[in-house]
């Protein structure tokens, strides 16, 4: 049986329930994360950017990611 790795991207619903905010601003935010890599519209952020740009552990995000 083959075993599937950890998810490295992030998507609006993670962001909604890391930070507790609304999808909108969840969207918002991965944008700014965009524009700040030079990343284009239909790129993806991975776990790494986002707690690099946060400065935030990746230990502390990763319990908050949705299946």
Excluded at 29 to 44: P, Q, S, V, W
Aim: aromatic share 10%; glycine share 2%; with cysteine.
């Amino acid at each position: 049986m083959k075993k599937v790795p950890p998810r490295i991207m992030l998507y609006s619903k993670d962001v909604e329930n890391i930070t507790g905010l609304s999808r909108r601003t969840a969207n918002k935010i991965l944008n700014k994360i965009k524009a700040h890599y030079h990343k284009g519209e239909d790129d993806f952020i991975t776990i790494t950017e986002f707690c690099s740009y946060y400065r935030i552990d990746e230990a502390l995000v990763k319990p908050f990611l949705v299946d």
